[in-house]
């Protein structure tokens, strides 16, 4: 049965006008004025609201093993509680557990993800090297249909990569037309941080955020950007939460390098007093790596969006439990880290962006959906409202008020970050694929209704203005010895 969305302003990342949205089965097949509902058809009355892209969320962590438990969502209540905020796509972490294959860790994810209720992509994390992962990129990228592998610049003693690794893997990743992903903290010092920290009596949540600076991210960044040069990859930094970070890949943008910045929800809204409360569970559970930062932190990223030197905001949904947070309670090194932001992001987005004038509604769309969906290829099938591309999308009631509460979400902790938040701007309704998935306040969605996206590699145009051009070309032999 066809479905006639009518009577609302469709926004897309580069415009908006008054529009209809015919849906034919999964996607959609006509946007237009004033479209005549073919026999038979259902409509959506979607006056007086945004017809937009579903929201696509690039970084989340959904039933995965981290610092000896396991996060709180799976597949089911995570896609189930993104559909509820609007975000039609998540795009996961598979990780694999140390020394096993790529292939096997992959095979592992999409068991996992047969619950989803929303579409889903992995990411592949390279956390050692070797000839055998070497090898199994190979087919991770032409079989499995995942074009970016995710490297950890911290976590030392467990997924951290070193330089040499980092080279090697970024070096194949521009062989198989992949991106690298980098989580940009020097672990080095930061697990030195932590060791002066403890030996100070520092044992708090607090010594978490003491002993991960901006500087640890800013240095990391800077390395990861130089890497990628140096091997001709693109590169995209998740997480993004400082201006140290921000301001290099700012830089490295406007010598023409190919390089993303994705800040998180938490860090736009969240900064680091969190971690001065007198209650050691508020504080453990906002720790996350990186750290919430100061204002001048917070203004940078949101001036990086406005400016487009920081294209996408995601939430690295990665949600524990008080219980769990409690591993760590004599020992912040041990509190597992994560926050969620899942269902929330695209609401808070909305007050704390449209709301205030610092962005578009376009620029909305562009951060939530569209960049995302180009920088992944898989644009224009997510991220656009137009003919041919899935009808994954959002009737969004920018009228509508969502209040922040742990006892009315669909995530699975006993606490939200964001709680007490009122968000001005909600999704009416959420469609995934052409279906109702959400509907005010009604979750239709079910379990295994989502589907894996496979992601193509990217075509060589990734490799331009990078100083491996000239690393590798023929170049003339020096003449003579050189005086000084
Ligand atoms: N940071 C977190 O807070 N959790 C998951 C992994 C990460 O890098
Ligand atoms: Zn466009
Ligand atoms: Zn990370
Ligand atoms: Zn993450």
């Not at 002993?211 to 800077?222: D, H, Q």
């Not at 010598?255 to 998180?264: D, N, S, T």
């Not at 509508?400 to 309704?429: H, L, M, W």
């Amino acid at each position: 049965m066809p479905l006639l969305i009518r009577g609302g302003t469709v926004v897309n990342h580069d415009h908006s006008r008054r529009a209809d949205v015919l849906i034919h089965g999964e996607t959609i097949a006509a946007v237009a004025t004033a479209i005549e509902a073919p026999a038979g058809s259902a409509i959506i009355d979607a006056g007086g609201c945004y017809v937009m892209p579903g929201g696509i969320d690039p970084h989340t962590h959904l039933e995965m093993p981290f610092m000896g438990t396991v996060t709180a969502d799976d597949f089911e209540s995570g896609t189930k509680a993104a559909l509820t905020g609007g975000t039609t796509m998540v795009v996961d972490h598979c990780l694999p557990d140390p020394g096993q294959s790529l292939l096997s860790a992959y095979q592992d994810w999409r068991r996992k993800s047969e619950v989803a209720a929303a579409d889903y992509g992995f990411h592949m994390a390279v956390t050692s090297w070797s000839k055998q992962i070497h090898d199994e990129m190979e087919t991770v990228v032409k079989t499995y249909g995942i074009n970016t592998f995710k490297h950890f610049m911290a976590y030392k003693g467990a997924l951290m990569v070193n330089d040499d690794e980092l080279y090697n893997s970024f070096a194949r990743c521009a062989g198989l037309g992949a991106m690298p992903l980098v989580h940009a903290e020097n672990g080095d010092i930061v697990a030195r941080m932590q060791e002066a920290m403890m030996a100070r009596g520092v044992t708090g949540p607090e010594g978490h955020a003491y002993s991960r600076p901006p500087e640890v991210e800013g240095e990391a960044t800077n390395r990861a950007i130089m890497i990628a040069d140096m091997t001709g990859t693109p590169l995209y930094v998740v997480h993004t939460s400082c201006r140290e970070a921000h301001e290099a890949i700012a830089r490295a943008r406007a010598a023409g390098k190919r390089v993303y910045g994705e800040p998180l929800i938490q860090h736009l809204l969240l900064d680091a007093r969190e971690y001065a409360s007198k209650d050691w569970n508020h504080s453990a559970q906002r720790v996350m790596s990186p750290p919430f930062r100061d204002k001048v932190h917070q203004d940078s990223l949101w001036a990086g969006l406005q400016a487009g030197s920081l294209q996408v905001v995601a939430t690295d949904h990665c949600a524990f439990t008080t219980e769990q947070k409690r591993f760590g309670l004599d020992d912040f090194r041990k509190i597992p880290n994560g926050t969620g932001g899942l269902e929330d992001r695209m609401p808070l987005l909305w007050t704390a962006g449209v709301g205030t004038g610092r962005l578009t509604k376009e620029e909305f769309v562009a951060v939530t959906s569209a960049n995302i969906a180009r920088i992944l290829n898989i644009y224009p099938r997510k991220g656009a409202v137009a003919t041919g591309s899935d009808a994954d999308l959002v009737v969004w009631d920018p009228a509508a008020t969502k209040a922040i509460r742990a006892s009315t979400q669909f995530s699975r902790i006993d606490y939200n970050v964001f709680e007490g938040f009122t968000c001005t701007g909600a999704p009416a309704i959420t469609l995934s694929r052409g279906k109702i998935a959400w509907k005010d306040g009604d979750l239709r969605a079910g379990k295994g209704d989502g589907r894996y996206i496979e992601r193509p590699a990217f075509p060589p145009v990734h490799v331009a203005n990078s100083t491996w051009k000239e690393l590798t070309a023929p170049r003339a032999v020096p003449r003579g010895p050189v005086t000084p």
